[in-house]
Nanobody, 115 residues
Framework: QVQLVESGGGLVQPGESLTLSCAASGLVFGFYNFAWYRQTPGEHRERVATITAANTPSTADSVKGRFDVTRDNDKQTVTLQMNNLKPEDTVVYFC?????????WGRGTQVTVAA
C-alpha cells in the first residue's frame, strides 16, 4: 500500500516562504509521478505543481514563478518550495502519486498566509 505523508505547513506572513515535503513509502519511488493539489473546504481541487517520473516539473499559472517542485529519488521525497506567499495561497495542500492507473493521496497539510 502506497503511503504519502505531507509536512511543512504552518502560518507565515505575506511575502514569506514555506517548504512542503511529501514522504512516500510502499512504492518503487522512481516509477511514480507526483503532484501537489490544494483545496479549501467546499471548493474543487486545484493542481498547482507536477513532477513526472522522468523528473520533469511544471507549475500552474496561478503559482508560476513563485512555486517550484522537486524530487529526490534516494530520499523518496517530493518538495514544494513556495515563495512570495499571498493570502490567497491559504489552503490545505495535498500530495498525490500515480503509476499505471493507480493513484494515492496524502492527508494534507495546512498553509495559512496572514499578517
Amino acid at each position: 500500500q502506497v503511503q504519502l505523508v505531507e509536512s511543512g505547513g504552518g502560518l507565515v506572513q505575506p511575502g514569506e516562504s514555506l517548504t512542503l515535503s511529501c514522504a512516500a513509502s510502499g512504492l518503487v519511488f522512481g516509477f511514480y509521478n507526483f503532484a501537489w493539489y490544494r483545496q479549501t473546504p467546499g471548493e474543487h481541487r486545484e493542481r498547482v505543481a507536477t513532477i513526472t517520473a522522468a523528473n520533469t516539473p511544471s507549475t500552474a499559472d496561478s503559482v508560476k514563478g513563485r512555486f517550484d517542485v522537486t524530487r529526490d529519488n534516494d530520499k523518496q521525497t517530493v518538495t514544494l518550495q513556495m515563495n512570495n506567499l499571498k493570502p490567497e495561497d491559504t489552503v490545505v495542500y495535498f500530495c498525490s502519486a500515480w503509476f499505471n492507473g493507480y493513484e494515492a493521496w496524502g492527508r494534507g497539510t495546512q498553509v495559512t498566509v496572514a499578517a
